[in-house]
Each structure stands twice: as structure tokens, then as C-alpha cells.
């Protein structure tokens, strides 16, 4: 896929990793349907066995009739497993130390559910998820959001933020720009710019 030339370098490496993950699901997709053929496959021959062996004549004996055991019947063959593939995923970098200031917000919050979204297995809930984002919180007023809300939980003895999506709300509100539109357009018009 082409970009833009002033595509951002966050978006560019979200999208890697979303490709990535796609070609790791689409590669799960394959080995899924390959077990299940196959196991399917399995189980028609032994099916069409049964069958032969239901459909076939019995022969006539001139002697006196004896009661008749069974066929043997062997055990279904247990469907050969394919061997997984064990992959090795590349090893995520974890967000850097987020410093509180507007202008890199959204970019540290994108980072932090970039890594939630390709490592869910690390995370049984959503206060492991919240307690791994804020220790990233060391710097000037994160640090003392941070502490405001653990006062806030010592006070009530309950954590003020419930939920991943109560925490992003409240981020957004605290550390996102104002205005995002004033500040891009302050930017470009700007001589830091050029």
C-alpha cells in the first residue's frame, strides 16, 4: 500500500502493525481450515468402512445357526495433527514515558492500544490495562493526575476509574489538544514549521 509522502510516522507504523495482525489472523484463518478438511477427510473414510462393513452380505452357513458376534470393529484412526506452527511474535516496544503535554497525547494513547490490541493475552482486565498505562505517568502533571487519582481511591476506598473506556474519556479530556484544528493550522502557518 502507498502512502503519502506527510503521512505521520505514528499512523504509518500503526498501519504495519494492523497489516501484520491481519496477515497473522488470515494465517490462523488457513491453518484452521487445513485441521478441519483434514479431519473431515477422516471422518468420510470412516464412514464409507462403516458402511461397507453395514452393507456387506452376510455369507449363508449350511451348519446349525449360531449366534453371529459382531465384526470387529476398529477403533476410529485418529486423524493425523498437523504441526502447528509455534510463531514467534516480534517483540513490542513498550510506550515511552508520556510527559503530559497535549501535543503528544493522542500519540501516546495510540501507542499504549496499539500494544493492548496485539498482546490482549497480557491483560486479563481492564484495571491491569489502566495500572500498565499510568506507569508510564512519571513527569510533571501526569504524575500528579496519577497520584490525585489513587488519593481519590484511598479517600473512597473504590478507584475512580471504572472501566478502559471511563480511563480513555477522561485522558482525552485531560491530555488531548483543546483544539487540534487551531493548533495544526498554528503549526503550519507557523516559522517552526518550515
Not at 476509574?161 to 487551531?182: G, H, K, L, M, Y
Request: aromatic share 12%; proline share 11%.
Amino acid at each position: 500500500m502507498s502512502l503519502p509522502a506527510d503521512t505521520p510516522p505514528a499512523v504509518t507504523d500503526a498501519l504495519g502493525y494492523l497489516q501484520y495482525y491481519l496477515q497473522e489472523l488470515t494465517e490462523r484463518q488457513n491453518a484452521s481450515e487445513h485441521t478441519i478438511n483434514a479431519t473431515l477427510a477422516g471422518l468420510m473414510a470412516q464412514l464409507q468402512q462403516l458402511t461397507q462393513l453395514i452393507t456387506a452380505p452376510v455369507p449363508t452357513v449350511a451348519q446349525p445357526l449360531i449366534p453371529l458376534s459382531p465384526p470387529p470393529v476398529s477403533p476410529p484412526s485418529p486423524v493425523p495433527a498437523t504441526p502447528s506452527k509455534q510463531r514467534t511474535r516480534p517483540k513490542l516496544p513498550s510506550p515511552p514515558d508520556f510527559s503530559g503535554e497535549r501535543s503528544s497525547g493522542r500519540a501516546f494513547l495510540n501507542s499504549c492500544m496499539l500494544y493492548l490490541h496485539l498482546a490482549p493475552e497480557q491483560f486479563t482486565c481492564d484495571k491491569e490495562k489502566i495500572f500498565w498505562t499510568l506507569a508510564f505517568f512519571k513527569d510533571r502533571c501526569t504524575a500528579k493526575w496519577f497520584e490525585n487519582l489513587f488519593r481519590q481511591e484511598a479517600d473512597t476506598s473504590i478507584f475512580p476509574i471504572r472501566s478502559w473506556t471511563d480511563f480513555e474519556q477522561q485522558f482525552r479530556s485531560q491530555f488531548f489538544p483543546v483544539n487540534a484544528e487551531a493548533d495544526a493550522i498554528n503549526t503550519l502557518e507557523g516559522s517552526s514549521y518550515y
